[in-house]
């Protein structure tokens, strides 16, 4: 199996870019990504945002990218929309198609429900 480098540019969401405070007290730059108004999908076991990748048929220069990154949105939702408005959807990101090796899966960090439920909707600071 392939591997495959994705790059995404989160700020092609609609977003908000603010700084909190964190727990030692230093500023902390965040990207605020509102779920609605992104089409996030809540699933029971996370917070998804559905993604395809096309597959560039013309490459431009020395690119080394094989597909564009766009979001997938539901069949309905996509289909109310106005030509204009499928076409102005934002290419979020790229992706490359590299050799046969399998890569190591990572392992992310999250943080607690406990954690995050001691802040009300106006919080100023961060658990980190």
Not at 3 to 13: A, E, G, R
Not at 14 to 34: Q, W, Y
Not at 110 to 127: G, H, I, M, R
Request: charged share 30%; with cysteine; glycine share 6%.
């Amino acid at each position: 199996m392939a591997n495959i480098s994705i790059n995404l540019n989160l700020k092609q969401l609609k977003h908000v870019e603010r700084e909190f405070k964190g727990a030692d007290g230093s500023k902390v730059k965040c990207l605020v990504i509102p779920v609605k108004e992104n089409n996030f999908f809540e699933g029971e076991k996370g917070m998804y945002l559905d993604l395809t990748a096309i597959e560039i048929k013309n490459k431009v220069g020395n690119s080394k990218d094989t597909h564009l990154v766009k979001q997938s949105l539901e069949k309905e939702l996509y289909n109310s929309m106005s030509t204009e408005e499928q076409r102005a959807m934002p290419i979020l990101g790229n992706a490359i198609l590299w050799g046969k090796r399998e890569a190591e899966p990572k392992t992310t960090q999250t943080l607690s429900d406990s954690a995050v439920e001691k802040y009300d909707e106006d919080f100023d600071d961060l658990p980190f």
